[in-house]
């Protein structure tokens, strides 16, 4: 039989013939240079072997100071330049470099020159010169970088005041997706894995954790030590240092918070993600990267989780809600196989982490809750992603699963719905194609199996896909029909295919002939105020509940009878659910401008500091007519923002142009690992009332200098106390 010749889109953009035996073995990595756009390092130069990171946290002056030691290997000719990749608020002191001497001779020691250049307004490219005459291809050397970073947008210093206890100040750090440049020099690329160690000294009373599988504190030296010995990319190495105290909630489980919130973080979770953990393991093969720890985050956390190894970050603010707290720890546990184990190699196929882990999310959810919830959530879900959609028109580009970043665009900017939700149908539709679910489950496994602590390109799960059902690759060459993989990735729109939900309608209906009842603009009879009474929402789901008002909000603006209506009949039963259910309504209110209820939207400001619940709110008061309200109530809340969201409301706010959007937008579910993209931190907000933010300093921070000498720490497999 001839060989099928198909076209297959390589990672670096070009168009290559592979032929259909590369399904057995063949890897797109080895078949054309990958290229990251979104880095500036020479990665393909070197391999890293480890790195090792020794910092002192100041918390009165918001720095972490210290050093950073790369084992790097070159691993190509006549390199002589190790190109990394760092940012404006990252100052280098010194640079070093150790060679290992040959048999018999010393270690060689070498001081290095370097240059910061320009590269794109989310990051710099550090080039340290390296000397011909002991640089040699696969010979071992030790990089040693000395420096001190700020308030770059990796790192989030928060004052007590910003915290959940207001007790003590906390900092924190975001890497997703290429802000941990600003926390390390490194080859900021999810192409590029290693193990990594660190030393963390801290003032006393403070805990430090890190995305480590071990770590050890020693009480006299007040220093954290760590330990990763699972390969990383560099966007998934995280710290967090605060008052922080912890629970365990299971055999490799423990949840840490501020005290003042851990009881409520330990009821809420109790002892499921031990069985969600299970769930995962039986579908997807072991869990492995030993612990699986959770920590609560103050409400400044940027995003609503990060899927950081052995130690998820998860902001506070959803503990208001168990189903949307449940879904996103479940994702989460999902990318310890998807993401963290397996990596997309680019961020121009982020759909290989989040596709694929929304899958394995609603496989988990499935077999723990049953068939009917997760096609609530999935319906949920859906109706967001089609609503943008709408928004940005079937041609947007950003709708590709392949998308195509343009030089100096940052990707976490382009995380949207369908890296998710469109990923997730992909998916869903290879499944389909198998015609086993549970088949596909063991396909899963078996990939994770081939490319574990590897990072992967498209063409890598499709050809895999394809050797693992070679009836499939067969069936196409026999028919001359292709299985439309080039489509899935590459055309802009919809999913072309959608899994079937209809398990689903004993949640989804209610929600469905509820919102019938109400009308729509093209009936203008009044509602059955009869009819709508014999629906309890009060009885309904979370996601019941949101999924109705989502479906309200669709069809505002509504007649002014018909909220009245509305606020008479849910307004007080709604004013007392979670945030997410009266985010929703409150944005019903301001796009109706519905005075009579504006009263629970100061109140709502007042109380939630979080970006996921402050900004559609502003956007939508700007957006209509509510502007003059917006800026009071920002002037009253302003003081208890992050400096970050502080800007991004200013933006909304102020700007003569382009700030308000959401007259012709909906705000979207929030999302289990969307990176928000940080506005820059180095340049001053606009003025308004007496200014909070401190001065910039204007003189450059100190160098590090060396700690004191300190003895062996034996490391735990856990996370640890101070």
């Given at each position: 039989m001839a060989e099928l010749q198909r076209p297959t889109l390589c990672c670096c953009r070009k168009v290559l013939t592979v032929p259909s035996k590369s399904c057995e073995g063949g890897r797109a990595l080895g078949q054309c240079r990958l290229v990251d756009i979104a880095s500036a390092s020479n990665f393909h130069s070197f391999k890293l072997r480890h790195f090792h990171l020794d910092l002192h946290l100041n918390f009165a002056l918001k720095r972490m100071t210290g050093w950073q030691v790369l084992e790097l290997v070159p691993i190509q000719p006549g390199v002589q330049t190790l190109v990394l990749d760092t940012h404006p608020s990252l100052h280098i002191h010194s640079i070093d470099c150790k060679v290992p001497g040959a048999a018999g001779s010393p270690d060689i020691f070498l001081s290095l020159t370097y240059r910061v250049d320009p590269f794109t307004d989310y990051g710099s490219s550090l080039n340290i010169s390296l000397p011909a005459t002991v640089i040699r291809p696969h010979r071992a050397l030790q990089i040693t970088i000395r420096y001190t970073t700020t308030d770059g947008p990796a790192i989030w210093w928060l004052d007590a005041e910003l915290t959940c206890g207001q007790t003590r100040p906390l900092v924190f750090t975001q890497g997703h997706s290429v802000c941990n440049r600003s926390f390390f020099p490194c080859f900021d690329t999810p192409a590029v894995k290693s193990t990594y160690s660190a030393a963390v000294r801290v003032p006393e009373g403070v805990t430090v954790l890190m995305s480590a599988s071990r770590s050890a504190y020693s009480k006299s030296d007040r220093v954290f030590q760590f330990s990763m010995e699972f390969p990383v990319p560099a966007y998934l190495v995280a710290l967090v240092a605060g008052d922080l105290q912890?629970?365990?909630?299971?055999?490799?489980?423990?949840?840490?918070?501020?005290?003042?919130?851990?009881?409520?973080?330990?009821?809420?979770?109790?002892?499921?993600?031990?069985?969600?953990?299970?769930?995962?393991e039986g579908l997807f093969g072991p869990y492995v990267w030993g612990r699986y720890d959770i920590v609560f985050l103050p409400p400044s956390f940027p995003i609503v989780a990060?899927?950081?190894?052995?130690?998820?970050?998860?902001?506070?603010?959803?503990?208001e809600s168990r189903e949307f707290l449940l879904i996103d720890v479940i994702h989460e546990i999902a990318h310890g196989w998807f993401g963290n184990a397996?990596?997309?190699?680019?961020?121009?196929?982020?759909?290989?982490?989040?596709?694929?882990?929304?899958?394995?999310?609603?496989?988990?959810?499935?077999?723990?809750y049953g068939e009917a919830f997760t096609c609530l959530e999935t319906v949920f879900r859906l109706d967001a992603l089609h609503r943008q959609m709408r928004l940005l028109g079937d041609n947007s580009p950003v709708s590709k699963l392949q998308a195509k970043f343009e030089p100096g665009v940052n990707p976490s900017s382009l995380m949207n719905l369908f890296t998710y939700e469109k990923g997730f149908c992909f998916v869903s539709y290879l499944s389909q194609l198998c015609g086993d679910i549970k088949r596909f489950d063991s396909f899963l496994r078996a990939y994770i199996e081939k490319f574990k602590f590897s990072s992967v390109v498209a063409q890598d799960l499709l050809d895999f896909f394809l050797g693992f059902f070679p009836e499939l690759k067969e069936s196409c060459v026999s028919q001359r029909e292709g299985l439309e993989f080039e489509r899935w990735l590459n055309e802009c729109g919809p999913p072309l295919f959608e899994p079937d939900l209809s398990a689903g309608e004993v949640l989804t209906g209610p929600v469905q002939r509820l919102c019938d009842l109400w009308g729509s603009p093209d009936t203008p009879e009044a509602p059955d105020t009869a009819a709508i009474a014999t629906f309890d929402l009060s009885s309904w789901s979370t996601f019941q509940t949101v999924l109705f008002l989502d479906r309200l909000l669709d069809r505002s603006p509504l007649p002014h009878e018909v909220m009245s209506q509305l606020s008479q009949c849910y307004s007080t039963l709604l004013d007392g659910m979670n945030a997410e259910v009266r985010i929703r309504w409150l944005q019903i209110v301001v796009r109706n401008s519905f005075y009579p209820d504006l009263p629970c939207v100061r109140s709502f400001l007042l109380k939630h500091t979080s970006r996921m619940y402050?900004?559609?709110?502003?956007?939508?008061l700007c957006g209509g007519v509510m502007k003059c309200f917006a800026v009071e109530v920002f002037y009253q809340t302003q003081a208890r923002l992050?400096?970050?969201?502080?800007?991004?409301?200013?933006?909304i706010l102020f700007q003569t142009s382009g700030g308000a959007t959401s007259a012709s937008s909906t705000a979207l579910p929030a999302l289990p690992c969307t990176a928000a993209p940080v506005l820059p931190t180095d340049g001053p907000p606009?003025?308004?009332?007496?200014?909070?933010?401190?001065p910039p300093t204007t003189s450059p921070p100190p160098a590090p200098t060396d700690p004191p000498p300190n003895g062996t720490i034996a490391l735990r497999d856990v996370n640890v106390s101070a």
């Open positions: 912890h629970a365990d909630i299971g055999p490799r489980s423990r949840v840490w918070a501020e005290p003042c919130i851990l009881p409520c973080a330990v009821s809420k979770l109790g002892g499921s993600v031990e069985r969600w953990l299970a769930v995962a990060m899927e950081n190894p052995c130690l998820t970050f998860i902001i506070s603010s959803i503990l397996v990596t997309n190699a680019t961020w121009e196929e982020m759909w290989l982490s989040e596709g694929l882990a929304t899958y394995a999310q609603r496989r988990i959810t499935t077999e723990a402050t900004v559609p709110l502003y956007e939508d992050h400096p970050n969201l502080r800007r991004t409301l200013q933006q606009p003025v308004l009332a007496p200014p909070i933010l401190a």
